[in-house]
Nanobody
Framework: QLVESGGGSVQAGGSLNLSCVASGLTYTPNYMGWFRQAPGKEREGVATIYTTDHNTPLYADSVKGRFTISRDNAKNTMYLQMDSLEPEDTAMYYC?????????????????????WGQGTQVTVS
């Protein structure tokens, strides 16, 4: 089970820090990611990070330099620090865990790659 929190409403230029707590997984996913979906738009990848080493995270071009993904394995928690928020960042944000033995490490919101999804947390930027 993945549970997101930390969403809310902020003004443009503001910041939010999203959290995703993982529990009950029977394996350790090789990587986890953040995705978002705005009304009327397809779900898109935001950032992804390995869970077991320190390789460079992947970011969507639209959030590079503004968002930072991180993890705390001791707490089974992944974070997304979002700074310099823009109205275009308004969306439902989801965290997802890669399927067992998946090493694709992409930002594609593909259920064949990411087998576990949270319910989402709403971010609104005005």
């Amino acid at each position: 089970q993945l549970v997101e929190s930390g969403g809310g409403s902020v003004q443009a230029g503001g910041s939010l820090n999203l959290s995703c707590v993982a529990s009950g997984l029977t394996y350790t996913p090789n990587y986890m990611g953040w995705f978002r979906q705005a009304p009327g738009k397809e779900r898109e990848g935001v950032a992804t990070i390995y869970t077991t080493d320190h390789n460079t995270p992947l970011y969507a071009d639209s959030v590079k330099g503004r968002f930072t993904i991180s993890r705390d394995n001791a707490k089974n928690t992944m974070y997304l620090q979002m700074d310099s928020l823009e109205p275009e960042d308004t969306a439902m944000y989801y965290c997802a865990a890669a399927r067992r033995r998946s090493w694709l490490y992409s930002l594609r919101p593909d259920d064949r790659e990411y087998g576990h999804w949270g319910q989402g947390t709403q971010v609104t930027v005005s």
